[in-house]
């Protein structure tokens, strides 16, 4: 057991009685002022430290004999400071407790409260407690509390609660203390808040402490303040539990500092809160710093916060050092952040160890992710049984993902309740594809309810399919502010759609290009075209070239059309033919009808009539009867 007087660490001791009870071995028995002794005890001898017997070096050098040599070292000479001193404060200490126990031994109480709180610190309870018992008869409140204390370590609890009782009453604010946690550890709540209160009103540190604490579990507002007194008395885990409170609060900015106050004094958890609220406001190197500390401090919160920071910086070896170093502690969350990027690189292997390692460790993301990681490398069963034994877990992705994979083999009727286990549990992507199942069922309503509930959480897609309702039903401002959202949760098609809207409607050019540029940098073929179009049109020749070709390389007609007039008219005829044959072959009939006035050009009616019979068949109205016409005059020629 460890002497009162440091501050609390937030983990509570196995006898929570016994708590650092015997501070008054420091306090009430070495200093007691006159007043104390006027509080219904004997008179007692003071043994404070302006008592003490003080002896030089040398004098105890004269009185004890010099300290023998080293074997290696000639007598007389100078030993070593450090051990000098070490051993010098042995010989005083053991000088002391000769001079107390002597004391004590010819009855004199204060003597033997010393000797006995010496005894205890030593962990000598058997040689101790006679010295102890004798000092609290005599009723010396330091002595029955130490005694206290001495008691609850052997385990007579119900006796070291009649000794600290005695001791309270005499006015040791220690022995309230200790009193209090064993009280409430017993379940006297009201009699524990009665001494803890006391312990507090009379400077108690730990004891407003265990106040705070008992009443922050009963929701009482008064914790605060009482974790305000501890906190101001210098205890961290006070002024973190007090950070906690204005934080829930929405008091930041006091929460900040009280937060400082527990991380200077080295609280692992204050500084991982402090590392949080600083980073959430893009302070990202002292959030660093204070990640660091509390890393450091034992927190793999920490290390594992501290890992993501660096990641994002760049440093991926140092990030995979924390990471390693927080799942080794027992994150999950660093486990699964080492798997996946293991996994990034593809050492499947070595990711898989790194997920189950997460699970091991209670974070279900590990069964989860071994999932993806089983479906990427096609083991599809196994996927399948990772999803379903992070889904029955409550893992709300993994009820989507799980649902997909139903789906995707014909089992609508085993897959909606997972989609709606994940809907229900917030997941955006299990309520979009609720929405989906509805909708294909013809169940529109239902579909725009989760729709509607998916949008409201960011989901581009959903947005989009909102948008498109309320296009086709007319509502043209609807549609514009679904569409806006679309675009901004992440749907390309959103983007293309808006800049479509926008454009119809006249509006700002510079907008219209962005929202084109949107869709099209994320590879929107429709987008892409426009962007070369657009281009044409003011005469960026080269612009138009670079979407076009990028469209048309990505399979889209239109752009393989286009690409081919544009080479054309910068004399690239031989290039042009190639686009205009890729464009036809899907299925374009302007393309086709091209190559049939190129093919007559050269003088190849059989290779124009075999075009304009493509032509005619793809369409559309227009191009089918100008090839119709075409294919008219080429079969009068050829048959003449």
């Avoid at 946690?181 to 803890?196: M, S, V």
């Amino acid at each position: 057991m460890k002497l009162i007087g440091r501050n609390d660490t937030g983990a509570r001791p196995e006898p929570a009685a016994v708590r650092e009870a015997h501070v008054e071995a420091d306090t009430d028995a070495w200093a007691q002022s006159a007043e104390d002794t006027q509080q219904g005890l004997p008179a007692q001898r003071s043994y404070g430290p302006e008592s003490l017997v003080r002896i030089s070096a040398q004098q105890l050098v004269d009185a004890v004999g010099r300290y023998p040599a080293d074997d290696d070292e000639p007598a007389g000479e100078p030993e070593d400071a450090a051990s000098f001193e070490s051993a010098l404060a042995a010989r005083e200490q053991a000088a002391l407790e000769g001079r107390h126990r002597s004391a004590a031994d010819a009855g004199d109480p204060g003597a033997a409260s010393q000797l006995g709180a010496m005894l205890l610190r030593r962990g000598d309870l058997e040689d101790a407690e006679p010295y102890l018992r004798a000092a609290a008869a005599a009723g010396l409140r330091a002595a029955a509390n130490n005694l206290g204390v001495l008691l609850h370590q052997r385990g007579h609890r119900a006796e070291a609660a009649q000794w600290w009782r005695q001791a309270a009453v005499a006015g040791s604010a220690p022995a309230a203390h200790a009193l209090g946690l064993q009280l409430r550890d017993q379940g006297e709540e009201e009699a524990a808040e009665y001494w803890l209160h006391f312990a507090a009103e009379h400077g108690h540190p730990l004891g407003a402490y265990a106040l705070g604490d008992l009443m922050e579990h009963r929701r009482d507002v008064r914790a605060e303040r009482w974790f305000k007194v501890s906190a101001d008395a210098g205890h961290r885990e006070a002024a973190y539990r007090l950070a906690r409170m204005r934080e829930a609060a929405g008091d930041k900015e006091t929460a900040e500092t009280w937060y400082r106050t527990a991380a200077a004094r080295s609280h692992a958890r204050a500084a991982l809160r402090l590392g949080v609220l600083l980073e959430e406001r893009g302070e990202l190197d002292e959030a660093a710093r204070w990640y660091r500390q509390s890393a450091q401090n034992g927190e793999p919160r920490a290390a594992c916060a501290l890992g993501f920071l660096l990641r994002d910086a760049g440093d991926l070896g140092a990030a995979a050092e924390w990471w390693q170093e927080a799942a080794e502690a027992g994150d999950g969350n660093a486990a699964n952040a080492l798997g996946a990027l293991h996994a990034g690189r593809g050492e499947a292997a070595e990711a898989e160890r790194w997920y189950r390692a997460a699970l091991d460790a209670g974070d279900h993301n590990g069964a989860f992710n071994l999932g993806l990681l089983c479906a990427g490398t096609g083991r599809e069963t196994q996927a399948e049984q990772w999803y379903r034994k992070a889904a029955y877990a409550g893992h709300r992705e993994a009820c989507n993902a799980l649902a997909v994979v139903l789906l995707q083999r014909g089992d609508e009727s085993g897959a909606e309740p997972w989609f709606s286990k994940a809907a229900e549990a917030g997941s955006v992507d299990g309520a979009f594809n609720l929405g989906v199942l509805h909708a294909g069922r013809g169940e529109l309503p239902q579909a725009h309810e989760w729709y509607a509930r998916a949008a409201a959480e960011g989901h581009g897609e959903a947005a989009l399919q909102l948008a498109v309702v309320h296009e086709q039903r007319g509502h043209a401002a609807g549609a514009l502010e679904r569409y806006r959202q679309a675009a901004a949760g992440g749907s390309a098609e959103g983007a293309f759609r808006l800049a479509a809207v926008l454009e119809r409607r006249g509006d700002a050019d510079a907008e219209i290009e962005h929202w084109y540029t949107v869709a099209a940098e994320a590879e929107h073929r429709r987008a892409q075209v426009r962007m070369g179009v657009r281009a044409a049109e003011r005469g960026e020749l080269q612009t138009a070239e670079h979407w076009y070709r990028r469209a048309a390389e990505a399979g889209s007609r239109s752009a393989a059309f286009n690409l081919g007039l544009l080479l054309a008219r910068q004399d690239s005829e031989n290039e042009a033919m190639l686009w205009y044959t890729r464009a036809a072959d899907a299925g374009h009939g302007r393309a086709a009808l091209r190559l049939a006035l190129l093919a007559l050009r050269r003088g190849e009616p059989v290779q124009a009539e075999n075009w304009c019979r493509r032509a005619a068949e793809s369409g559309p109205a227009e191009v089918a009867e100008r090839a119709a016409r075409l294919l008219g005059a080429l079969s009068a020629e050829l048959s003449a």
